[in-house]
């Protein structure tokens, strides 16, 4: 499996941006498909947004047209830009790999960074 190592996360308040990082552990990175999901207190884990090898990307509707998801493939990490961040956005953001969106045995996870949006 691949080792992923995220950061970024932090207090910010609301209206104001963070950017995650996420590093993959090996360069079987450029096949997979990479993504961010979250999940707040006492909620279930949901997608927040993907993005393929070759580039395209999936966005949560909650997040779309604020947040942007991005690979660079040099140095087998992706990243996650978060723009006009409110309250529930809170929550510890999780980097996926895998060889498909959908999470498997061949999948992987990182340990979490948690995101909080509060004044």
């Known amino acids: 499996q691949v080792q992923l190592v995220e950061s970024g996360g932090g207090l910010v308040q609301p209206g104001g941006s963070l950017r995650l990082s996420c590093a993959a552990s090996?360069?079987?990175?450029?096949?997979?498909?990479m993504g961010w999901y979250r999940q707040a207190p006492g909620k279930q884990r949901d997608l927040v947004a993907t993005i393929t090898s070759g580039g395209t990307t999936n966005y949560a509707d909650s997040v779309k047209g604020r947040f942007t998801i991005s690979r660079d493939n040099a140095k087998n990490t992706v990243y996650l830009q978060m723009n006009s961040l409110n309250p529930e956005d809170t929550a510890v953001y999780y980097c996926?790999?895998?060889?498909?969106?959908?999470?498997?045995?061949?999948?992987?996870w990182g340990q979490g960074t948690q995101v909080t949006v509060s004044s």
């Open positions: 996926y790999a895998g060889p498909t969106a959908i999470s498997s045995s061949l999948s992987s």
């Open positions: 090996r360069s079987i990175f450029r096949g997979y498909v």
